[in-house]
């Protein structure tokens, strides 16, 4: 049941939203100084900085221009379906594409090329909650309709949006249990965001619900975004390169771990070695930057993709640290653990239907929140582990029979087909949301 707002709920949320706008705007100095820092860290670039503070980079295209806004990696894949629908949709329509993170903006720029229409997105970071700034960036790009992905609930710029009677979306809604409690105290902030949005895409029945009860007031629609994406990309003449140098060696994948989780995967390599020593892990961080800490806890001599060397016979694990090629190690058919969901990281899982379509065995740890349902769905055909002799006793009779590696991998296969017409279904509900 969809949470009714009361008079009391309005001016409660008024009064909220209010203090929040000049927490915000004091913090602006600050949040300038934080943005440095992270530029420091390779969590921003030169080029993000002032759009970050609202400034554009580009001109406007006339016309009609949808905006949508993903925070990192995971939304800014789930979302491309959708750019492709709308510009096929709609020959004279733009799309501005903004995200959260420097790993979103560059997956972002590598997977546009293949997008028909691509030359009509625009790419953007975008700007931080402080009413200035979001002013700045509506008030310049002037959006006929914007989407926010998940769970971008930002006070400031949801209530622009409003005041601007511009039609905002939420697409794949999500809200846990826990999301919700936090918002207890400001449950009528919260109800004053959720009921902005015009119309709301809803992850699951249970996101469904929990929304409905924080505020939000139109849901017409429950699927997850991510089962309109197509297999993830990679590059034949890569793929050939790899194929060529891993030979028929034994092989498993450990993918977008976090940190917390490698002592684990690395004490897990060691011990499947013990039973087959020709064994060879690929462990991919999720944040690349983490590539180098990584080597050092296997080795200071393990080779790191990203500094160009390959593994040598002798070599156990092999870091790659690089962007966007993830899709290339899926291809392998390998067994795949999926990262984020090991004890001692921050925990919340990633998603497993993208090694599944490649026909991959998975296994998972058991913190997988943000992809309760995919796992739910998958249960029959991914593995749960905790522990390095968990991961070992999972994966050595798979590396020792390819024959039960490939049934496995054809069992998460079929829970992970796309839904082929969920993005178009998304892009025609935001186009009906444009005022005529």
């Not at 002798?314 to 899709?327: H, P, R």
Request: aromatic share 4%; hydrophobic share 45%; proline share 8%.
């Amino acid at each position: 049941m969809s949470r009714r707002l009361t008079i009391r709920d309005r001016l409660c949320g008024a009064v909220l939203g209010a203090g929040w706008h000049g927490l915000s705007t004091l913090l602006a100095p600050a949040l300038r100084v934080n943005l440095r820092r992270r530029l420091a860290r390779g969590k921003e670039t030169r080029a993000s900085l002032p759009q970050r503070r609202g400034w554009a980079t580009r001109a406007r295209p006339p016309g009609l221009l949808a905006w949508l806004h993903a925070a990192s990696v995971g939304e800014t894949v789930a979302l491309l379906p959708v750019v492709e629908h709308l510009l096929g949709a709609d020959p004279a329509l733009h799309v501005l594409v903004t995200t959260g993170t420097v790993t979103g903006s560059a997956i972002l720029h590598e997977r546009l090329p293949a997008i028909a229409g691509q030359d009509r997105v625009i790419t953007q970071f975008a700007p931080l909650d402080v009413p200035r700034w979001g002013a700045r960036f509506l008030d310049y790009w002037r959006p006929d309709v914007g989407a926010l992905v998940e769970s971008e609930f930002w006070p400031n710029l949801i209530a622009a949006c409003h005041a601007r009677k511009m039609p905002l979306a939420l697409l794949n809604g999500r809200m846990s249990d826990r999301s919700l409690a936090s918002w207890r105290r400001a449950a009528c902030l919260l109800a004053r965001m959720l009921s902005a949005f015009a119309w709301v895409m809803a992850r699951s029945t249970e996101d469904a619900a929990r929304l409905r009860h924080g505020g939000a007031t139109r849901i017409d629609l429950i699927a997850d975004l991510k089962d309109a994406a197509a297999p993830l990309p990679q590059d034949p003449a890569a793929g050939r390169r790899l194929h060529a140098l891993l030979g028929s060696r034994p092989v498993w994948v450990a993918a977008s771990t976090h940190e917390g989780e490698d002592a684990t995967i690395i004490a897990a390599s060691a011990l499947v070695r013990q039973a087959v020593p020709d064994a060879l892990t690929i462990l991919i961080p999720r944040h690349p930057e983490r590539g180098a800490d990584i080597a050092t806890l296997v080795d200071p001599a393990a080779p790191r993709r990203a500094l160009g060397q390959t593994p040598a016979a002798q070599d156990g694990l092999w870091v790659c640290d690089t962007l966007g090629e993830t899709g290339l190690f899926f291809a392998l058919g390998a067994p795949v653990m999926m990262g984020n969901s090991l004890p001692g990281c921050a925990g919340g899982g990633h998603n497993p239907l993208e090694p599944a379509r490649a026909g991959c065995p998975i296994a998972s740890g058991p913190r997988v929140s943000n992809f309760r349902q995919a796992y739910a769905r998958m249960a029959d055909s991914v593995q749960s582990v905790e522990t390095p002799p968990d991961l070992a006793r999972w994966l050595i009779p798979l590396l020792q029979n390819p024959e039960a590696r490939h049934k496995a991998g054809a069992r998460a296969r079929q829970h992970a087909q796309p839904d082929s017409t969920l993005a178009r279904r998304i892009a025609h509900a935001l186009l009906a949301l444009v005022p005529r």
